[in-house]
């Protein structure tokens, strides 16, 4: 066996279609990935256009007056008994909170909702953020711990601003169902926790009647998403209908539905990503929250056992000591309803509250300040942590203070990036063999796509320096390959007739990573994403303070250490160390071993 090892710097790079053929190839690949989809939510995405072109839409979402008057009570109920650090917390946070934030940045703030280009200016996602309104609970927290303070005053100020700069669907606010989903979520449980939900102020009143409008005016746009977006707008309509003393059945149906739709039983999302799955958490924990405090009748099933099942699968990928999540599929740093004040950075919160309230169990955060504000009591039992386990897109395994991952199928739902098969390994609170993350839906350079996206942003085979999928859209990819769990790994055969069998071994603090290799390609190439620190090419592989990764085949290997790219945050990336491993046909097996100190 011989290696050819060298040390450079530079971009891991991906093959571009030519430009002649750009349009033709688009085509092609539109149609290919609308093959995928199914008929389901293609019909969908047409419906929803065709009621737009005639405007329907747009005449349920017509000028309206801004909601004015009072939002909030006046005194706020006594606080719930938090240790004298997490009172502090959540009192420099409010402090810190900006008097007028900047609701549109560079887009229109008079043009109307669903005529605005969202992928504009760097894109609507950092923009939302502010109207998503999350300050509203954080500040009435605030004044539940020091009545005497300002911030109930600055709550129902920031309010009335929001209502006053963003009047009914005008402005990027109004301009996504989601959006006024989340506004209303926060607004209810900002009422909630000033114990004013049974009866809320008018103006309050007036705006979760008016997000309830907006998440009505387009469903079919959420529905065709097949992610995310149809729970939190079911979950908004029903806090809409629960607080303004409508009947919340319908909505309470809708949400299960989507629930039933999207969340396997084994607790597999259809997104398979950290962030999204604490969002959909997060959603429906407000929801059953409020759902009990209103005495409504409990969600229909299966929605309690599959978010049960969620809770349990965010809670087997989440670093105990930190609650970090690993990076894996799209992201974009949303964290809603943070009563814990974490950030998107720790899901321990999001996992405890989720626990207690569908699972009976807790987690690994009982202390949660969260579960104190809304009075959910400690649980005797706790979720536990598989040594090895299996669900819907993923597989995991757990040993000697080490954790893998490892990125399934099969394929029900669109896959967010060219990421199949891709592995990563944690060892204690550090990720040491990553993957590159989501940059932006946005990015300032076109670059990026391949760099966080593309199959070289994983830790999976790339055959021939080519993507596996085609990009057909800004979240769409086409020509997805044939995936299939295994006892022990995943098996993948991409359009091309290219065949991985790949499989993960663990012995004590020793990892390894067998792939047998099978189809028409010439060359092969892996890119293994390390941690950040000083690593060192090695005849066989690479070192650093983190592990010694050696990489043997029954073929030529060469060996580089480069420079490629990671995102530690959303819209954000920086240089990463990447061990890159390329060989020739017919190379039929190439075995990766992870040494941890």
């Known amino acids: 066996m011989s290696y050819q090892a060298r040390e450079r710097s530079g971009n891991d790079a991906a093959v571009a279609l030519p430009g002649r053929h750009a349009s033709l190839g688009k085509m092609v690949a539109v149609v290919d990935a609308a093959c995928r989809l199914g008929p389901r939510p293609v019909m969908l995405r047409l419906a929803d256009r065709a009621l737009r072109a005639v405007g329907l839409p747009q005449a349920r979402l017509q000028d309206r007056p801004a909601p004015a008057g009072r939002f909030l009570p ?32 560079r887009f229109d703030p008079k043009a109307h909702a669903l ?79 000033l114990d004013a939900d049974r009866d809320p102020p008018p103006a309050a009143r007036a705006l979760l009647s008016i997000c309830a409008r907006r998440i009505a005016a387009t469903p079919l746009y959420a529905l065709a998403q097949d992610n995310n977006h149809p729970v939190s707008e079911a979950a908004g309509a029903f806090a809409c209908a629960l607080l303004l003393g409508r009947d919340s059945r319908g909505a309470a149906a809708r949400l299960s539905a989507r629930v039933a739709r999207l969340v396997a039983p084994d607790g597999g999302f259809a997104q398979v990503s950290p962030g999204y799955a604490r969002l959909l958490l997060d959603t429906l924990s407000v929801a059953e929250w409020l759902r ?15 978010a049960a099942a969620l809770a349990g699968w ?25 009563l814990s004040l974490r950030g998107p950075a720790d899901a321990r919160g999001s996992v405890e509250r989720a626990a207690r309230l569908f699972a009976c169990s807790g987690a ?12 959910l009591r400690r649980r005797r039992l706790s979720l536990v942590r598989a040594r090895r386990w299996q669900a819907s897109g993923t597989a995991g395994w ?25 592995v990563s390994l944690r060892d204690g609170a550090t990720w040491v063999i990553r993957d590159g993350g989501t940059g932006s839906y946005d990015p300032p350079a076109e670059w990026w796509w391949a760099k966080m996206s593309g199959a070289a942003g994983h830790n999976a085979p790339v055959f021939d320096g080519a993507e596996p999928m085609r990009r057909a859209g800004r979240f769409l990819l086409s020509r997805w390959p044939t995936v299939s769990a295994l006892r022990d790994g995943a098996a993948l055969r991409d359009q091309r007739g290219n065949e991985v069998l790949r499989e993960i071994a663990v012995a004590g603090r020793a990892w390894t990573v067998r792939d047998r290799l099978s189809g028409p390609f010439s060359r092969v190439a892996w890119h293994w994403r390390l941690c950040p620190g000083e690593w060192s090419l090695t005849p066989d ?15 030529p290997l060469r060996l580089e250490l480069v420079t490629g790219w990671e995102s530690p945050a959303y ?26 100190p």
Do not use: K, Y
């Not at 917390?89 to 609701?103: E, G, K």
């Not at 005053?153 to 209502?163: D, F, K, P, Q, T």
């Not at 690994?364 to 009075?375: I, N, V």
């Not at 690479?542 to 073929?555: C, H, K, L, N």
């Open 541 to 555: 592989g690479a070192q650093g303070p983190a592990a010694r990764i050696t990489v043997e085949s029954d073929a």
């Open 74 to 105: 006046t005194v706020a109920p006594p606080p719930p008994g938090l240790c004298r650090a997490e009172a502090a917390r959540v009192l420099r946070a409010a402090a810190a909170l900006p008097t007028h934030p900047d609701w549109h940045r």
């Open 364 to 375: 690994d955060m009982p202390e949660d300040p969260g579960c104190a504000w809304l009075g």
């Open 115 to 193: 005529s605005i280009e969202l992928h504009r200016h760097g894109g609507a996602r950092p923009v939302w953020e502010a109207s998503r309104l999350a300050a509203v609970p954080l500040l009435v927290q605030a004044a539940r711990l020091d009545p005497g303070g300002p911030h109930l005053a600055r709550a129902e100020a920031l309010l009335g601003l929001w209502c006053l700069e963003n009047p009914p669907f005008r402005g990027v606010g109004w301009a996504c169902g989601q959006e006024a989903a989340f506004r209303a979520l926060h607004l209810a449980l900002a009422l909630a926790l």
């Open 398 to 422: 757990c040993e000697a203070g080490a954790a893998a991952l490892l990125r399934t199928g099969p394929l029900r739902f669109r896959p967010g990036q060219c990421d199949l098969l891709h």
């Open 292 to 306: 009990r405090r209103h005495g409504a009748p409990a969600f229909p099933a299966p929605l309690a056992a599959r």
């Open 314 to 338: 965010l809670h087997r990928i989440t670093e105990p000591g930190t609650g970090a999540t690993p990076a894996l599929g799209l992201e974009d740093g949303s964290a809603l309803a943070d």
């Open 571 to 596: 819209g954000a990336v920086r240089p990463a160390r990447v061990l890159r491993v390329e060989a020739s046909a017919p190379v039929a097996q190439v075995v990766t071993r992870i040494a941890l």
